[in-house]
Each structure stands twice: as structure tokens, then as C-alpha cells.
């Protein structure tokens, strides 16, 4: 079994004491690599530090979090100047939040945009983070054709009609450890419908840890359990979902070293 969390935190306090114990339980799981994501200017050297750490399993993407209106905006050259090089395999995560950010959003919708067309400059995809703005990011994503360079809409939560536009525009649809959640059957119905070629896994630890792992510290081995539960509803063998999102991973990311 391979495994590929697309999207987690490790350079986050959470780990700082057993990172490396942290990774091998990873590498036990049977996870082949992981993409672990960069929110602001403080995590560039950590996330540069940690990269070099665990050359050709860790990768790395960074860009400035929508919830942080008051941080320095990085131009669209410095953007993509990082997102070129080889260790970095996409710009974000990016995207729009409606739910802690209150509109006027001017700011926040031309901070996606610079992102968009710096993940265009560099080559790189775009890990895109939408909270009550699913909607709106997409209509984003297609005005400035993101799907050029590709896209995923990362710890998904809304409707199918939207998820079926993502995937229409030609995007990636990644789920986290919500999708275990006891109440969320419609997120399962969400999983269900879309195309397992267009999905990803996920863990955004340390938050999110899935069932039954709810109210710890979530890690990256755990993203066994989401594809799992992709499995469940999808009513298919739990290698299947395994080997079809780390395949999906693999050529959405460009993973050096596994193409």
C-alpha cells in the first residue's frame, strides 16, 4: 500500500519535539512522501530547513494564508521564484475565507489572483483553501483559467454541486479528516459521487484528526483512515482508493523522483 498526504503542517509547534519520530511512523504507514505547506514569512525557513532534512519525501508549498490581512503581501516574482524551485511543488495554500474574514475582501480576492498568476509564472499548481467561499474561489479559479496550471480545493466541506464545478473546471477535489466525522454524511455523499480520478487525501495535520483519532494531535499516517472511509462509501477495496490518489498526487504535484 502507498500513501501520500497532500497536505499537512509539519514545521508546525505540534511536532516540534518528535518530528523525527513523527516521520517514521509515517514511512511504517507505508507513505511514500508528503507535501507540508507554509502559511507566512515565518515558515519559510523552517519549511526550507525541514525540506532539506528529508530530501525526496517531504516537499513543500508556501504562499500567505488568506485569514492573515495584516501579514507582508509577497509580490508575484518572489512567489514564483519559490515555487520554482525543485523541492516546491505548488503555490499555496492560497484561496478565499469567508468564514473568519468579513467583508470588505478586496485585499483578500487580489491576493488570490497574485497567487494564481504566480503559480501560472512558476509552472506549479495551486492548493486552494476555501472556507464558506467555495463558491466564490471557483468562479476565481475559472476567471483567471487556474486550471492551466492546475488545482485542488484542499479539506473539502461543501456541496456536490460545487464539488462537480471543481471538477468540471478542471480541478481536484482533497478530503481530510472531516470526512470521518460521525455527522457528516453528506460530505460521504459529496465522496461518493465524484470521480476517484480527481481525488486526493489528506490529513492538514496536526488539526482535523479523523475517527478515530478525533481530539488528538492529528499526523500524517493517518491519512489511512480518510481513504478508508473513500473505500466505505464508494464500495470499493481500500488499495484501490490508496493506489488511485497517490497515483493522482503523483502526477497533479509532479513529484520529483516519481514520475
Given amino acids: 500500500m502507498r500513501l501520500i498526504d497532500t497536505h499537512c503542517h509539519l514545521t508546525d509547534r505540534a511536532f516540534a519535539e518528535d518530528l523525527d519520530e513523527v516521520v517514521a511512523r509515517m514511512r511504517a504507514a507505508g507513505m511514500i512522501a508528503a507535501v507540508t505547506i507554509g502559511c507566512e514569512?515565518?515558515?519559510?525557513?523552517?519549511?526550507?530547513?525541514?525540506?532539506?532534512?528529508?530530501?525526496?519525501?517531504?516537499?513543500?508549498?508556501?504562499?500567505?494564508?488568506?485569514?492573515?490581512?495584516?501579514?507582508r503581501e509577497a509580490d508575484l516574482d518572489e512567489i514564483a521564484e519559490?515555487?520554482?524551485?525543485?523541492?516546491?511543488?505548488?503555490?499555496?495554500?492560497?484561496?478565499?475565507?469567508?468564514?473568519?474574514?468579513?467583508?470588505?475582501?478586496?485585499?483578500?480576492?487580489?491576493?488570490?489572483?497574485?497567487?494564481?498568476?504566480?503559480?501560472k509564472k512558476a509552472g506549479k499548481p495551486l492548493i486552494v483553501h476555501a472556507r464558506d467561499a467555495e463558491a466564490a474561489a471557483l468562479e476565481i479559479l475559472r476567471e483567471e483559467k487556474a486550471a492551466d496550471v492546475g488545482f485542488v480545493m484542499h479539506c473539502?466541506?461543501?456541496?456536490?454541486?460545487?464539488?462537480?464545478?471543481?471538477?468540471?473546471?478542471?480541478?481536484?477535489?482533497?478530503?481530510?479528516?472531516?470526512?470521518?466525522?460521525?455527522?457528516?454524511?453528506?460530505?460521504?455523499?459529496?465522496?461518493?459521487?465524484?470521480?476517484?480520478?480527481?481525488?486526493?487525501?489528506?490529513?492538514?495535520?496536526?488539526?482535523?484528526?479523523?475517527?478515530?483519532?478525533?481530539?488528538?494531535?492529528?499526523?500524517?499516517?493517518?491519512?489511512?483512515e480518510v481513504a478508508q472511509t473513500i473505500a466505505d462509501v464508494k464500495g470499493l477495496p481500500l488499495e484501490a482508493v490508496t493506489e488511485a490518489t497517490t497515483e493522482n498526487a503523483i502526477r497533479f504535484f509532479r513529484l520529483p523522483g516519481f514520475e
Fill in 41 to 71: 514569512d515565518a515558515d519559510r525557513a523552517p519549511l526550507e530547513a525541514l525540506l532539506a532534512r528529508y530530501p525526496g519525501y517531504l516537499f513543500g508549498a508556501w504562499a500567505v494564508h488568506p485569514e492573515y490581512p495584516d501579514h
Fill in 156 to 224: 473539502y466541506c461543501a456541496d456536490l454541486m460545487t464539488a462537480v464545478g471543481v471538477v468540471d473546471a478542471g480541478g481536484h477535489i482533497s478530503f481530510t479528516g472531516n470526512l470521518t466525522f460521525k455527522r457528516n454524511d453528506l460530505l460521504r455523499e459529496v465522496a461518493r459521487h465524484l470521480p476517484l480520478d480527481r481525488l486526493m487525501l489528506e490529513t492538514d495535520a496536526p488539526y482535523m484528526a479523523p475517527v478515530p483519532f478525533r481530539g488528538k494531535r492529528c499526523e500524517p499516517q493517518y491519512v489511512k
Fill in 82 to 119: 519559490v515555487a520554482s524551485r525543485p523541492e516546491m511543488v505548488a503555490v499555496g495554500e492560497t484561496g478565499l475565507d469567508f468564514y473568519w474574514c468579513k467583508e470588505p475582501l478586496d485585499w483578500q480576492r487580489d491576493r488570490f489572483r497574485t497567487h494564481i498568476a504566480a503559480a
